[in-house]
């Protein structure tokens, strides 16, 4: 079964450059869920989306900016990239019909690491 | 804030049930329980959710107290690819909100 695909899987970037993470959720899914996680730590929730609209926003720094696209995927933007951006970068999708089928399924991630 | 509270750690001998508990003593009447477990630095991966009757998938069962106040994960023969972090979101379903990831339990499953 087709799973949520994310790219690039691995970015090195230096400081003060930009980057785009890419995401490309489950057909039919269009709600989309970018997560960041720091070395031992837990999963942290940047943003989301809902048929092209913000749906909830975390603790996502005003550096990042976010849009889902007609064809449902999703892109992070994340500019003048400091040192502590260096994470695994989670994106997931759902298709929140029912409530008995509203789990959303995760990438594999995006490890960027910031030099 | 964190919605659920879980046991930091726990050991689960192979071939055994382990049972994974969480207490959710503030769950709204609309929101369901989750369960999610991360294999090192690999992606969430969902195991099971529900409302108030007990669930059971291929991967686990679902045991929620009448209150909803706690509910415990049971994984039936535990292997040691189940060894992982294992997490209970509280949620609304049916919308686009976040799923909160607590510090989870993280499960070590011994030969």
């Known amino acids: 079964a087709a799973g949520v695909i994310q790219s690039p899987r691995h970015l090195i970037k230096e400081k003060r450059e930009t980057a785009t993470l890419k995401c490309y959720p489950i057909p039919r899914h269009d709600t989309v869920y970018w997560y960041q996680q720091g070395p031992g730590q837990d999963p942290q929730f940047l943003i989301s989306f809902y048929e092209k609209m913000q749906s909830d926003k975390g603790s996502i720094p005003d550096r990042f900016s976010a849009q889902q696209f007609s064809d449902y995927h999703s892109e992070l933007n994340m500019s003048s990239l400091e040192l502590g951006d260096s994470a695994l970068y989670f994106c997931?999708?759902?298709?929140?019909?029912?409530?008995?089928?509203?789990?959303?399924?995760f990438g594999q991630g995006t490890r960027l690491t910031v030099v | 804030d964190a919605k659920t509270t879980q046991p930091p750690s726990m050991d689960c001998a192979e071939g055994r049930a382990a049972n994974l508990p969480c207490n959710h003593s503030t769950i709204s009447g609309n929101e369901y329980v989750y369960w999610y477990r991360q294999i090192h630095s690999q992606g969430p991966q969902y195991i099971i959710h529900?409302?108030?009757n007990n669930e059971t998938n291929e991967m686990a069962s679902l045991i929620i107290t009448e209150d909803r106040k706690s509910s415990t994960l049971i994984l039936p023969h535990a292997t040691l690819r189940d060894t992982a972090v294992y997490y209970c979101i509280v949620r609304v379903a049916n919308t686009g909100n976040q799923f909160y990831f607590g510090t989870g339990t993280s499960l070590t499953v011994i030969p």
């Open positions: 997931a999708s759902s298709y929140p019909r029912g409530p008995m089928n509203t789990e959303a399924f």
């Open positions: 529900g409302l108030k």
